[in-house]
């Protein structure tokens, strides 16, 4: 079940949840795998089909959360209480820290929270409004992304990266497309059963890019994260190590159709600077690398962040 603040105004002429067409909300559903296909707000009774339902944690019309008062949340809590007793959804997701902190009174952070409704989880997602532009649609699905992967019980799966360096400080990414767009990470994927780092490694970057016969450097940072399929596995706890090598010319041992159904569409050289500006994964990536070129390898893995 999804919980947001109280209708807008496009909302309450509606009659429909989210019914601004510029709210992120049924795009973020659909692409997050919770529904089978788009809906339009109109539709919202048919997500009852795809066991999802909606409700506000207020009712008021206003012009904006910001326009709420206190008064307007009385009850709210006791109200979600007896859905969650009632229809026992396995978790309640709330669209925009203030859905529960007005229902709760208590500010939360993004994600899984300690409260619970019975056996009912609770999970804060960020605000699919208009005014929550500021929040990319990147970061927004991150979210919906983990939030899927938790109801549908998908584990995260034992994955493995290189950051594969030049002599002149190049970098090698791989290009990603899937719901999240298009964007960009060191080349690398999941450990089969069995394998060491140093043999998936070996595999994932013959596959990938065609390099051979590397010497794998130190591990140099850690990463968990949830905007993988999560029709396929939930998400990826991956180790990122440092291969150095001679530039080499990029020839993938796959073809371009296995590349494409493990989403890589394309991989090249860039220079750090290139990378300030580029979505990747993890986002931070080129502060990791510019800090790998200017001072080596950390004493202690990073934590890369999402």
Not at 34 to 51: A, V
Not at 123 to 137: D, G, I, K, Y
Not at 155 to 175: E, F, I, K, M, T
Not at 206 to 233: I, K, Q, S, Y
Request: with cysteine.
């Amino acid at each position: 079940m999804f919980c947001g603040i109280n209708p807008g105004r496009v909302s309450a002429a509606a009659h429909a949840h989210f019914a601004n067409p510029r709210n992120d909300f049924w795009r973020l559903l659909h692409a997050a795998y919770f529904t089978s296909r788009l809906y339009d707000p109109s539709e919202q009774f048919e997500l009852l089909k795809e066991g999802v339902g909606i409700t506000n944690a207020a009712y008021r019309t206003t012009p904006g959360s910001g326009d709420l008062r206190r008064s307007d949340f009385e009850g709210s809590a006791e109200r979600l209480a007896q859905l969650a007793e009632e229809l026992r959804p396995r978790w309640l997701g709330f669209v925009g820290k203030e859905a529960y902190r007005g229902t709760f009174n208590e500010r939360p952070e993004l994600g899984v929270q300690a409260r619970t409704l019975g056996e009912t989880r609770l999970f804060v997602l960020p605000s699919t409004s208009p005014a929550n532009a500021a929040v990319p649609w990147f970061d927004r699905l991150h979210w919906f992304f983990e939030l899927s992967a938790r109801v549908k019980g998908m584990p995260p799966r034992n994955g493995v990266r290189a950051l594969v360096l030049d002599p002149a400080g190049r970098v090698l990414l791989v290009r990603f497309e899937d719901a999240m767009g298009s964007w960009w990470a060191t080349p690398g994927g999941g450990v089969d059963p069995g394998e060491s780092d140093a043999e998936a490694l070996a595999r994932e970057l013959r596959e990938e890019v065609g390099l051979h016969g590397f010497e794998l450097g130190p591990l140099l940072w850690t990463r968990a994260h949830w905007h993988v399929d999560p029709r396929r596995f939930g998400g990826q706890e991956e180790r990122c190590y440092l291969v150095r090598t001679d530039a080499f010319e990029i020839a993938p041992s796959f073809t371009v159709a296995e590349l494409a159904a493990e989403g890589v569409h394309e991989a090249r050289w860039f220079t750090v600077d290139e990378l300030d500006t580029m979505l990747t994964g993890p986002r931070r990536l080129s502060a990791l690398v510019r800090d790998v070129l200017e001072h080596g390898p950390p004493g202690e893995p990073l934590d890369a962040g999402r």
